[in-house]
């Protein structure tokens, strides 16, 4: 089940909500959805201090635009010690791209499909802040969709949580903060941290009272859309649309820019509209052996309890 992601970028794939919920891109330069620019450099440049630093780098060769998103800047940092790749934002403090770094931590430490590794976030001397992970070179297309498929459903499996719905931090999709209190149930966190926070957000930027209104029928009948399904909590990436989707250079998968929390596993195709997954990542999704993995959890709740 799909939710309204008011500011993301994937809107503007649909011209409707396009027109209406058209994210703003300040900077002067865009390209597929991607700001490019330079970080200024100084003698005091957080960034070239730790990358020179902790970094293990004695030199720095070249910084390179490269693709990040509309919301902050992106580059690359060649160096002796290999590449680095660093978002800057100066409008938004650390804790954006703590949460960040915290939901790649948790992908990777799934040890399933490719997500870059992070290595240090920290704020920008003045304002903003910065965050620097492993680089990644991409092949030339966005790769496999059935191996795609294969390891994410890996990724589902080994991403299991005691703790219930949600995630460690509050995080942001696209620009939108996404509230990630730890919940008992899937229902209740649905209706009220990702359904019931976008409307409310909807209502009180557009003022359309007609889809507020339906809305809210829809939470008042929630749970008998998952009636007799028991729903255990997984490691979700948060935001898979096609702009967070590619390959490395070997055509292994990788995602980016997670907004990651614990939830119902399908809830992570509710970008599916506008991330391009065909059959063959459905068919090898589903391959992977949820009924074990479902069996498993459900024994370390009998042990727990």
Known sequence: MAVALVGHPCFTQLHRL???????????VCRRG?????????????????????????????????????ISIANRYDTNAGSFFVKTNRDIGPPMFEAEAIGLNAMYSTNTIRVPKPFKVGPLLGRGSYIIMEFIEFGS????????????GEMHKAGISDKGFGFMVDNTIGSTPQVNSWTSDWITFYGEHRLGYQLQLAQEQYRDNDIYAKGQRLLKNLSAL?????????????????GNICSDRNSEPV??????????NEAEFGMSWCAGFGTSFYNSYFEVPFRAWISLLNSMVKEKW
């Open 34 to 70: 991607v700001v490019v620019g330079m970080m200024a450099t100084s003698e005091k440049d957080p960034v070239r201090e730790w990358i020179l630093g902790e970094g293990g780098a004695t030199n720095i060769n070249r910084v390179i635009p490269i693709g990040g998103g509309c």
């Open 255 to 264: 995602i980016l820019d997670p907004a990651c929390y614990y939830g119902h």
């Open 18 to 28: 396009h027109h209406r919920y058209r994210p703003t891109c300040t900077q002067s």
């Open 141 to 152: 297309s966005r790769g496999d969709q059935a191996k795609l498929g294969r390891k994410l």
């Open 226 to 242: 998952f009636k007799d399904i028991e729903i255990k909590p997984c490691l979700l990436h948060g935001d898979l649309w096609s």
